[in-house]
C-alpha cells in the first residue's frame, strides 16, 4: 500500500499556507475526500486545519486508527463532534481566526452551515481555486504515480483488444475490460470534482450509440443501460465496421490515466476512417506545441483551426449546440482537473501541468471516432502518459 511521503504533504501544506498568508487569511478548513487525501495522504472522514502559519492539524471523525496508519502527517487528532471545532482552530492558528477559507466549490451548504455557526466572528472565503491551481502542478512523485496509470491504461486497451467479439453487446464488452483492469488494481471509482459529473471507468460505445450526448459536459456519452445511467456502454449489439470507442479512465492508488482509443472489427467505412485520420493529424499537432509558455487558450484555438483546415470543424468534439467547448482537461487525482484546454484559460502552462487532448469528431445518428492522450509539460516540451500506440485498433 503506498504512502504518500512526509516530505510531500509538507510541500503542499506549505504551497497552501503562502496563499492564505497572501490573501490576509488566518486559516483554511478542507474536508473533501481528495483535497483530505492530497494533503493528508488519507481519506478518513474528518477535517484538516492549516493555519496561516505552524502545524497543520488533521481532526477525524471517522477512523482515526485508519489514519494514523495512512497519514504521514505528525498533528492527528480525534474529532468526534462540530462542538470541539472552534476550540482545535484555536489551538492550530494561535488565536479565533478572524478570515478563514473553506472549498466553497464542492462543500454542501448543510455541512458549511455546522461549521460557520462555531465561529460567529469570523469572515470566510473560498480557498478552491487556490487548492486547484496548487494540485494542477504535479509533483515527481505524483507523475510516477502517473506514470503507473498510463501502463494500466495501455493494459486495458490490450484487453479490449483481445475481448472484442462481434454480436456482444457493448456491457458485455465493458465487463471483460473493466474486470481486467480489476484484476491489475484498478481502484474503481473513478473522482469528478464538478456538479453532478459521474462517470464509471469511462465510456465504452459503438456505431450511432457512441454519437449520443447526454448530461456530462463531454464530446461522446454513449447511451448506457438506462435513463438511471445515461453514459456509457448500453445494450447494443457491436457488428463489424462499426467504430467502436474506448474511453476508459485508469485508476491507481488514486491517480488517473484518460485514454481514449477507436477500435473496428474488420474494416471502418472510409468516412470514418478518414476522420480518424484527422483525429490523428489533430492530436499530432497539439502535441507538437505543447510546451511551458504556451497557453490552454493557444491550444485550443489551434485544435479548432486544424479540424476547420481538415474539413470537420462542424463535427468537432460534438455537433450543434452541445459541442464541447474544450479540447482537453487536467488530470490528477480527479477526471476534471486544471488546466483546461479551453477559451479563456490564458494562464501560461508549467513544468509538471498534466492534461488530456481527445480529438474526437462526431456524427450524429452514425457514430464517431477519436483519440485521446494525457500528456506532462516538461522543459523540452510534452511527456506522454499514455502508452498505447497513437492509431486506429483493428480487430
Not at 78 to 96: H, N, W, Y
Not at 128 to 146: C, D, G, Q
Not at 161 to 171: F, K, N, S, W
Not at 195 to 209: D, H
Request: hydrophobic share 45%.
Amino acid at each position: 500500500m503506498p504512502l504518500t511521503p512526509r516530505d510531500e504533504l509538507t510541500i503542499r501544506i506549505d504551497q497552501l499556507q503562502r496563499h492564505l498568508q497572501s490573501q490576509s487569511l488566518d486559516a483554511a478548513l478542507i474536508g473533501q475526500n481528495i483535497d483530505l487525501y492530497y494533503f493528508t495522504g488519507s481519506m478518513q472522514g474528518g477535517l484538516l486545519i492549516v493555519p496561516a502559519a505552524g502545524r497543520a492539524v488533521y481532526a477525524v471523525r471517522r477512523v482515526f486508527e485508519r489514519a494514523i496508519q495512512e497519514s504521514r502527517l505528525e498533528e492527528i487528532v480525534r474529532f468526534e463532534s462540530f462542538r470541539q471545532l472552534p476550540d482545535l482552530v484555536r489551538g492550530a492558528a494561535g488565536r479565533t481566526p478572524r478570515r478563514m477559507g473553506l472549498e466553497h466549490d464542492v462543500l454542501p451548504v448543510a455541512v458549511r452551515d455546522r461549521i460557520v455557526a462555531g465561529f460567529p466572528d469570523t469572515t470566510w472565503a473560498d480557498v478552491s481555486p487556490a487548492i486547484r491551481t496548487i494540485r494542477a502542478v504535479k509533483s515527481p512523485y505524483e507523475l510516477e504515480r502517473l506514470r503507473a496509470s498510463g501502463t494500466l491504461s495501455a493494459q486495458m486497451i490490450d484487453a479490449a483488444v483481445g475481448a472484442l467479439r462481434e454480436g456482444m453487446t457493448e456491457l458485455e464488452f465493458a465487463a471483460r475490460v473493466e474486470a481486467a483492469a480489476r484484476m491489475k488494481g484498478h481502484q474503481g471509482i473513478v473522482r469528478m470534482r464538478g456538479w453532478n459529473q459521474e462517470v464509471f471507468f469511462g465510456t465504452l460505445s459503438s456505431g450511432e450509440a457512441a454519437a449520443m450526448q447526454s448530461f456530462p459536459d463531454v464530446p461522446l456519452a454513449g447511451q448506457g443501460p438506462g435513463p438511471a445511467s445515461p453514459l456509457g456502454a448500453g445494450w447494443r449489439r457491436i457488428v463489424a465496421g462499426d467504430p467502436i470507442i474506448v474511453d476508459y479512465v485508469a485508476a491507481l492508488d488514486g491517480y488517473i490515466c484518460d485514454q481514449t482509443r477507436t477500435l473496428v472489427l474488420g474494416a471502418l467505412p472510409e468516412k470514418f476512417a478518414r476522420a480518424h485520420d484527422a483525429a490523428l493529424a489533430i492530436l499530432a499537432d497539439i502535441q507538437a506545441a505543447i510546451h511551458p509558455g504556451a497557453t490552454p487558450q493557444d491550444l485550443y484555438r489551434r485544435a479548432l483551426a486544424r479540424a476547420d483546415a481538415l474539413g470537420y470543424a462542424e463535427h468537432f468534439m460534438g455537433h450543434g449546440a452541445l459541442r464541447a467547448r474544450y479540447i482537453g482537461h487536467g488530470v490528477g487525482l480527479e477526471l476534471d482537473e486544471w488546466p483546461v484546454l479551453a477559451e479563456g484559460w490564458t494562464q501560461p502552462l508549467q513544468l509538471g501541468h498534466v492534461f488530456c487532448v481527445e480529438p474526437k469528431i462526431v456524427f450524429p445518428g452514425e457514430g464517431a471516432v477519436g483519440i485521446e492522450d494525457q500528456f506532462a509539460v516538461t522543459p523540452d516540451g510534452a511527456e506522454r502518459l499514455t502508452q498505447s500506440e497513437q492509431r486506429l485498433f483493428t480487430v
